[in-house]
Nanobody, 117 residues
Framework: QVQLVESGGGLVQAGGSLRLSCAAS????????MDWYRQAPGKQRELVAS???????NYADSVKGRFTISRDYAKKTVHLQMNSLKSEDTAVYYC???????????WGQGTQVTVSS
């Protein structure tokens, strides 16, 4: 009974910013690792950012210093603030909730981010 709904994608010029949001239903959000993945046409899915249940964060080298992942426990929402966007950031971005100990993995529907040169 977990569902993720993503929003915030769109079209932006290089150098601009977008903020993605992922709202979770259910009662396990606070115990879960939340990830943002992206997949561009013709490329493999890539992990771009993670945040643990305790708030520790990790980023792919390609986005480090430009993207920030955060979570709001009260609203059961994870955000990805994307600054200084590049054309290489163009992809469908997917939110994922995971609880490894339970073997649970839930994906959002994806939201398109397009960065024009």
């Amino acid at each position: 009974q977990v569902q993720l709904v993503e929003s915030g994608g769109g079209l932006v010029q290089a150098g601009g910013s977008l903020r993605l949001s992922c709202a979770a239903s259910g009662s396990i959000f606070s115990n879960a690792v939340m990830d943002w993945y992206r997949q561009a046409p013709g490329k493999q899915r890539e992990l771009v950012a993670s945040i643990t249940s305790g708030g520790s964060t990790n980023y792919a080298d390609s986005v480090k210093g430009r993207f920030t992942i955060s979570r709001d426990y009260a609203k059961k929402t994870v955000h990805l603030q994307m600054n200084s966007l590049k054309s290489e950031d163009t992809a469908v971005y997917y939110c994922k909730l995971g609880v490894v100990a339970w073997g649970l993995e839930v994906w959002g529907q994806g939201t398109q981010v397009t960065v024009s040169s």
